[in-house]
């Protein structure tokens, strides 16, 4: 079955401790790949987005992730994280093989910084 | 408003009744889902419209469960006869309909069923 799998459930770091958030997916074929943030109380939004080229995306608040065909992966990382990136992080895949698509996302990841 | 409206933003109903929640994409975006969220479960694909094709049903849990999405605009997620563990967040999201298109999400409808 088609899906994105992120490993970790619940991290918990203190500040300035470097962050990386796992993220697999099981298509073949040309995906699209994002991650999702959601903050206490507010709405989800777009962290980044990989579409092509550079397989290292730079996003909002100093996020960034890598994409590793090789290893169907996109991992998040921020080499420093604050009190302020506590929040929820979802990874996500749109497939462009077909004529329709969907987002299908990963569980999501729930990080608590430390202050 | 200029971003996706959701309502009601809570709703507090009895087991066995039915429930109608709505969703108001951005104006001008094409594609419009439903996910369901519940804590430890991630966001749960329901349903998805693109334009005038079928919509993407294969998320919904039951017979349940049906939505529909009146000219191209407004969607009804509507759960018949609903059970406890039908509460959740209903979250909609809309787009551009391209391949590459960022999700705007509204701030869901909280569903508890008692």
């Known amino acids: 079955a088609q899906s994105v799998s992120q490993h970790n459930h619940h991290v918990i770091l203190s500040e300035a401790a470097s962050l990386e958030l796992g993220c697999n997916y099981s298509?073949?074929?040309?995906?699209?790949l994002f991650w999702y943030v959601q903050y206490p109380g507010q709405h989800l939004q777009l962290l980044l987005k990989y579409f092509s080229g550079d397989p290292l995306v730079k996003g909002i608040k100093g996020f960034e992730a890598e994409f590793i065909k090789s290893k169907f992966s996109f991992n998040l990382r921020k080499p420093s994280v604050q009190w302020s990136d506590t929040a929820e992080y979802f990874c996500a895949v749109i497939r462009t093989t077909s004529g329709t698509y969907k987002y299908i996302f990963g569980t999501g990841t729930r990080l608590k910084v430390l202050a | 408003g200029a971003g996706v409206s959701q309502s009601p933003s809570n709703k507090v109903t009895e087991k066995g009744k039915d429930v109608e929640l709505r969703c108001d994409p951005i104006s001008g975006h094409t594609a419009l889902y439903w996910y369901r969220q519940s804590l430890g479960q991630g966001l749960e694909f329901l349903i998805y419209?693109?334009?005038?094709?079928?919509?993407?049903k294969s998320g919904l849990p039951s017979d349940r469960f049906s939505a529909e999405r009146t000219g191209g605009s407004v969607s009804t997620l509507t759960i018949q006869r609903t059970q406890q563990e039908d509460s959740a967040v209903y979250l909609c999201?809309?787009?551009?309909?391209?391949?590459?298109?960022?999700?705007?999400f509204g701030e869901g409808s909280r569903l508890t069923v008692l």
């Open positions: 298509y073949g074929g040309t995906v699209n």
């Open positions: 999201a809309s787009s551009r309909g391209q391949e590459t298109g960022e999700l705007f």
């Open positions: 419209f693109q334009g005038n094709s079928a919509p993407d």
